[in-house]
């Protein structure tokens, strides 16, 4: 698969053999990847959809230093903002999770020594996943779409959803006679486009521009000024910030989407904020996956 070389080639000498094997000789594995965890002194962890497969590989606190330096092209002090934010995202839009014993100033992480955990986490792209939700997006009669909201509970396929649908209303679909519109994204932590060197690892389509490693709310306020969406989208919108840029950008004539952690409507009524734009009829369409 394509991602087998994007994420191994991270991997010191001994590790990137066990796992090459393991992967090659089970396809099953491969296909169902989602996550490897490295820890110090502790075995090397595939994280699959239903199971966990062990390999007895105890792995060094010099290994995990060797695969961070590989990760930030042998100058871990240049990506120093990012690794403070807990992760790395590569080639191939794969997110590389950071822990180890945090520096603060001031209640703000400005280093992280003694790094003790990585964990790979594999992206996947489903194109085409949001063809049975689209229609109920798209307002035809008007060339648009309804303010949405797509709720569904952590690991559930929220993002993913979020991605194509941004990706479908930024190309246009030509077989209903949608016209692509303008789309900002506020990619805050780099899931949705997965930026690797300013170029986007995933397709959110051809009239998408994307700020990432900023606050949603902050994201938006920039997007609205700069880059003049009729689309704005972000990932698990929450707090009262989000939720006020969200009703600037809606009253100005943005249109939105978005989506939050959440099983049905009583999670949603547990979020006043969210609740409110509901009740507003500023979201317009609620979708549960």
Known sequence: MKYTDEVLRYFPVNIYNLLKDTLEHNKKIEEDLQEIRIRSNKPIILKLAQADI?????????????????LCDNSIYSYKNQICKGFLTVKGGHRVGISGTAVTENEKVINLKYITSLNFRI????????NKIINEI????????????????PGKGKTTMLR???????????????????CGVVDERGEIAAMYHGI???????RTDIVENISKSNGMKMLIRSMAPEVIAC???G????????????ISGVKGIFTMHGKNLEDI???????????????EKVIFL
Do not use: H, W
């Not at 798209?138 to 509970?153: A, K, M, Q, R």
């Not at 707090?239 to 809606?250: F, P, S, T, W």
């Open 54 to 70: 062990l390999i007895e590989y105890i792995v060094s606190i010099q290994e995990i230093m060797q695969i961070l330096e590989r």
């Open 123 to 130: 992206a996947r792209e489903i194109l085409d996943c949001s």
């Open 138 to 153: 798209i307002d035809l009669e008007n060339n648009t779409i309804f303010n949405t909201l797509i709720v569904s509970p």
């Open 164 to 182: 194509d649908c941004i990706r479908n209303i930024s190309n246009g679909i030509p077989n209903i006679k949608f016209k692509g519109k303008t």
């Open 200 to 206: 986007a690892q995933n397709d959110v389509g051809i």
């Open 235 to 237: 990932d698990e919108i």
């Open 239 to 250: 707090n009262e910030d989000d939720v006020k840029a969200i009703r600037e950008a809606m």
């Open 269 to 283: 009524k547990k979020n006043r904020q969210i609740n409110n734009l509901i009740e507003e009829n500023l979201i």
